[in-house]
């Protein structure tokens, strides 16, 4: 290993900055892969009273080792309900879940998210899993975290179908499509940085870079202009306690890696 070489990877780096996100005594609920692991990181870490929720039932768990799927029996470990999709959806639409944990395919300056086609939806170059639970979550729960590769085919300036409402158009438009007054998306997270959104535009704002990550570099792998945040900050890098972690809730090295 040169001095240069981080003692972390990519994956281990985005788990943690996902966890930290992650705020104690809220819900969070959350799909499979890096949401999961952060969920559990940040409950084994500053969150103990994160409620953790899966699509399929299970509220409240204490997760042992990381599930394959959101209906894996691990989800329901030491859980306080062993509850249904329909009453998951039902809590995120009465308004107890705090914080929804996503990903997509592509997503655009409002933080609208495509799962579904890539190309015109009659002649598509792919299609795409769809939306599953992606659109409740996205429309309903209080604030929206989405976790994404980041490159001029997936952050573009319109997405090609709208899967998931982010800000839709601006400033509003979520209000005048019906949505709880005050969602929509929180934060964005990547390879590369960290993004919010701007309160005046709705639009993606630049937060903080990964570590050696520019400005340019952000810019360089976004299809639009990003607009950059007035205190600009850098992510701290894995702890050696949290990388102890994501190996202990990760065992097999199916997201992180060995």
């Given at each position: 290993?040169?001095?240069?070489?981080?003692?972390?990877?990519?994956?281990?780096l985005?788990?943690?900055?996902?966890?930290?996100?992650?705020?104690?005594?809220?819900?969070?609920?959350?799909?499979?892969?890096?949401?999961?692991?952060?969920?559990?990181?940040?409950?084994?870490?500053?969150?103990?009273?994160?409620?953790?929720?899966?699509?399929?039932?299970?509220?409240?768990?204490?997760?042992?080792?990381?599930?394959?799927s959101?209906?894996?029996?691990?989800?329901?470990?030491?859980?306080?309900?062993?509850?249904?999709?329909h009453?998951?959806m039902?809590?995120?639409?009465?308004?107890?879940?705090?914080?929804?944990f996503?990903?997509?395919?592509?997503?655009?300056?409002?933080?609208?998210?495509n799962?579904?086609v890539?190309?015109?939806?009659?002649?598509?170059?792919?299609?795409?899993?769809?939306?599953?639970g992606?659109?409740?979550?996205?429309s309903?729960?209080?604030?929206?975290?989405?976790?994404?590769?980041?490159?001029?085919?997936?952050?573009?300036?319109?997405v090609?179908?709208?899967?998931?409402p982010?800000?839709?158009?601006?400033?509003?438009?979520?209000?005048?499509a019906?949505?709880?007054?005050g969602?929509g998306?929180?934060?964005?997270?990547?390879?590369?940085?960290?993004?919010?959104?701007?309160?005046?535009?709705?639009?993606?704002?630049?937060?903080a870079?990964?570590?050696?990550?520019?400005?340019?570099?952000?810019?360089?792998?976004?299809?639009?202009?990003?607009?950059?945040?007035?205190?600009?900050?850098?992510?701290?890098?894995?702890?050696?306690?949290?990388?102890?972690?994501l190996?202990?809730i990760?065992?097999?090295?199916?997201?992180?890696?060995?």
């Amino acid at each position: 290993m040169t001095p240069s070489t981080p003692a972390y990877t990519a994956m281990e780096l985005m788990a943690c900055v996902a966890a930290r996100t992650l705020e104690d005594r809220r819900t969070v609920l959350v799909g499979t892969g890096l949401p999961m692991i952060g969920a559990i990181l940040a409950q084994r870490t500053h969150a103990p009273g994160l409620v953790i929720i899966f699509e399929a039932g299970g509220v409240g768990p204490r997760v042992p080792t990381l599930p394959v799927s959101v209906g894996d029996s691990r989800t329901f470990y030491h859980a306080s309900a062993a509850s249904s999709m329909h009453n998951v959806m039902s809590a995120c639409q009465a308004g107890y879940v705090d914080f929804g944990f996503l990903g997509g395919a592509m997503m655009d300056r409002y933080g609208n998210l495509n799962t579904t086609v890539i190309g015109p939806w009659e002649l598509p170059e792919v299609r795409l899993p769809g939306s599953g639970g992606g659109n409740d979550v996205g429309s309903l729960a209080q604030r929206t975290i989405i976790i994404l590769r980041q490159d001029k085919r997936r952050l573009v300036e319109r997405v090609n179908f709208l899967t998931t409402p982010g800000y839709i158009d601006g400033p509003g438009a979520r209000e005048r499509a019906g949505l709880p007054a005050g969602s929509g998306p929180y934060r964005v997270l990547t390879q590369l940085a960290v993004y919010d959104f701007d309160e005046a535009t709705k639009q993606l704002r630049l937060r903080a870079t990964h570590p050696g990550v520019s400005v340019a570099d952000v810019q360089a792998a976004s299809g639009f202009n990003i607009q950059v945040a007035d205190t600009l900050e850098v992510t701290s890098p894995p702890t050696e306690e949290e990388r102890r972690l994501l190996h202990e809730i990760d065992p097999a090295g199916m997201v992180i890696g060995k």
